[in-house]
C-alpha cells in the first residue's frame, strides 16, 4: 500500500468552478478574487482581504506596508517555513530569532521579549502546523513595545485561539494565509493577507497590482509594485473549497484523533501537543516526536522503502545553507529548536485518508520503532 504524505482534495463542483472561469473568458481581475476575498474576511471577520500569488507574496507586502526596511529587525522563529524569514530579507531587513516553546513549537513568548531592541521594527510570530502562537502574550509584548505583529497563519486557516480565529485583528495588525496544495484548503499556489487597517489593506492592494493607485488608471503607478495577483481560476478554486472549509476540517480532525489514538502508548513516540489555548485545531500536518533512543533517519527511510510518505517538519531555519553562510548561524544556537527538529516527523496526513491507511502507517511505525531503537 502506497501512502502519500499529502493529498489535495478536489471535488467535481471545484473543477466545474474553475472549467466556468475558462468559458467567461475573464482570467484575471475579476468577480473570482472579489469573491474569494470576501469569503476570507467574512470567515475571519476582517474588514479586509487581499488575495496575492502566494503566503511569500502576502508576508512581503505586509511587512513592506507595515515600513519594514533596510537596516529594521524582524523578530520570528527559526522553527518555521523558509519564508517567514525570508518575508524581511526582499527588504533587506534582519530576521533576529527567538527559540520556541517545546510544547507548542510557536515563538517562545520570553525569548522574543529578550530580543527586542531599538531597531525591531516587527512581530512574525507563526502559527506552527495549524496551532496558533501564544498571541495573547505576544501582542502584550509588543504593544508595550510599540511594535506591530504580523501573524504568519500560512498553516492555520480555521485554527481559533481562546475562542477567535486565527488571523483576527485582535492580535495582529495583519495576517496572512497560503493555499500551496498541502494547505488546509488550495488554490494551487496562493495567499491571502487580512487586516482591520485601511492603510495596510490600501498598500497591499496597490502593491500586489504594480503599484497602481487607487483610481485603478492601467498605467499610473504610484510606488513600488509587484505583479503578486491572484488569477481568477486559482480564485474560483479558492472560492468553492471555502464553501467545503468546515466540512473537510472535520475530517482533518478525525484522521487526527485517530492517529492520536492508535499512537497512544507507543513507546517511544509522543502525538502532537494542543495547547489549552488552542480552542480549534485546524491540522495541518500531523507532526509526531520520536525519543531520542529512536534513529529518526532511519525511521523515516525505512517508511519511505514501505511507500509511506513522511517528511523531517522543519529543519531550522537558522541551519539552511544560506543562513549559515550569510549570518554565520551555527549548531547550538537555538537549542530547543535544533533538539525538536532533529525528533518530528510528519506523516501521510489528508482529509481523505482512510482508517485502513491510518492503521497501516502506524503498524509501520510500530515496527519502525522497534527495528531502529538505540542501544
Ligand atoms: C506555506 C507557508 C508559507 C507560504 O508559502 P507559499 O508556498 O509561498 O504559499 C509561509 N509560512 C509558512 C509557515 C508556511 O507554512
Same mark, same amino acid.
Given at each position: ?6 493529498? @489535495?482534495?478536489?471535488?467535481?463542483? $471545484? ?15 475579476? @468577480?473570482?478574487?472579489?469573491?474569494? $476575498? ?40 527559526? *522553527? ?16 533576529? #530569532?527567538?527559540?520556541?516553546?517545546? /510544547? ?38 509588543? =504593544? =508595550?513595545?510599540?511594535? @506591530? ?108 484523533? /485517530? ?30 516526536? *520520536? =525519543? ?21 517538519? #522543519? ?8 543562513? /549559515?553562510?550569510? #549570518?554565520? *548561524? ?46
Amino acid at each position: 500500500m502506497r501512502i502519500p504524505l499529502a493529498r @489535495p482534495d478536489i471535488t467535481e463542483r $471545484e473543477k466545474q468552478a474553475v472549467a466556468a472561469v475558462m468559458e467567461s473568458e475573464q482570467l484575471s481581475i475579476g @468577480p473570482q478574487v472579489n469573491g474569494f $476575498e470576501r469569503a476570507i474576511a467574512d470567515y475571519i471577520g476582517t474588514r479586509y482581504a487581499i488575495a496575492v500569488n502566494s503566503g511569500t507574496s502576502g508576508l512581503h507586502l505586509a511587512l513592506t506596508a507595515l515600513g519594514v526596511g533596510h537596516g529594521d529587525e524582524v523578530i520570528t522563529t527559526p *522553527f518555521s517555513f523558509i519564508a517567514s524569514a525570508n518575508a524581511a530579507l526582499y527588504e533587506r531587513a534582519e530576521p533576529v #530569532f527567538a527559540d520556541i516553546d517545546e /510544547r507548542t513549537l510557536c515563538i517562545d513568548p520570553e525569548s522574543l521579549q529578550s530580543r527586542i531592541t531599538r531597531r525591531t521594527k516587527c512581530i512574525l510570530p507563526v502559527d506552527v502546523f495549524g496551532q496558533p502562537a501564544a498571541l495573547d502574550e505576544i501582542r502584550s509584548i509588543a =504593544d =508595550d513595545a510599540g511594535i @506591530p505583529v504580523l501573524e504568519d497563519a500560512c498553516e492555520a486557516l480555521g485554527s481559533e485561539y481562546r475562542g477567535v480565529k486565527a488571523g483576527t485583528p485582535i492580535y495582529a495588525q495583519a495576517a496572512v494565509f497560503a493555499f500551496y496544495p498541502n494547505k488546509q484548503i488550495t488554490t494551487g499556489e496562493g495567499g491571502m493577507i487580512v487586516t482591520d487597517d485601511d492603510r495596510l489593506a490600501m498598500l497591499c492592494r496597490s502593491m500586489r497590482n504594480q503599484g497602481r493607485g487607487e483610481a485603478g488608471l492601467w498605467l499610473h503607478h504610484e510606488r513600488l509594485g509587484y505583479n503578486y495577483r491572484l488569477d481568477e481560476l486559482s480564485s474560483a478554486l479558492g472560492l468553492a473549497q471555502m464553501a467545503r472549509l468546515d466540512e473537510m476540517l472535520t475530517k482533518r480532525d478525525l484522521v487526527a484523533r /485517530r492517529y492520536s489514538l492508535l499512537l497512544s502508548g507507543v513507546d517511544g513516540i509522543t502525538t502532537p501537543y494542543v495547547a489549552a489555548a488552542t480552542t480549534r485545531m485546524s491540522w495541518f500536518v500531523y507532526v509526531i516526536r *520520536f =525519543d531520542p533512543s529512536i534513529d529518526r533517519d532511519s525511521v523515516m527511510l525505512w517508511l519511505h522503502q514501505q511507500g509511506i510518505g513522511c517528511r523531517p517538519y #522543519f529543519t531550522p531555519i537558522h541551519l539552511q545553507p544560506f543562513f /549559515r553562510r550569510q #549570518f554565520g *548561524f551555527k549548531e547550538g544556537d537555538f537549542p530547543i529548536t535544533e533538539r525538536v527538529a532533529q525528533s518530528t516527523l510528519a506523516i501521510p496526513f489528508y482529509n481523505q485518508m482512510t482508517d485502513e491507511e491510518a492503521s497501516h502507517v502506524v503498524a509501520a511505525l510500530k515496527e519502525a520503532v522497534h527495528l531502529f531503537r538505540r542501544e
